[in-house]
């Protein structure tokens, strides 16, 4: 049950983290602040899959860049459709 507890949290917290900074009125402003909300959560991804699963973090980073990419084309393709 904390597996759950802890996996429900942090996806709400992850999912809420960069879509809060859009309740500031500046455009500009706000996706600055997701920008840098989403590599803070990237970078704690990398560190945690270093510390924790021993994976090397220069292989954790790229691992989560390229899913990134992956998740960053589908949006764009299933935008277009």
Same mark, same amino acid.
């Given at each position: ?18 879509? =809060? ?5 500046? %455009? +500009? ?9 989403? =590599?803070?959560?990237? +970078?704690?991804?990398? +560190? ?8 090397? %973090? %220069? ?7 390229? #899913? ?6 589908? #949006? ?6």
């Amino acid at each position: 049950i904390k597996r759950g507890i802890a996996s429900g949290v942090m996806t709400a917290v992850g999912g809420l983290g960069h879509a =809060f900074p859009y309740l500031i009125p500046d %455009f +500009w402003v706000a996706t600055s602040l997701a920008i840098f909300l989403v =590599f803070v959560e990237l +970078w704690a991804i990398a +560190w945690i899959q270093n510390k924790f699963m021993k994976t090397p %973090f %220069f292989k954790a980073a790229l691992q989560i860049v390229l #899913g990134g990419a992956l998740v960053f084309t589908a #949006g764009i393709l299933i935008g277009n459709a």
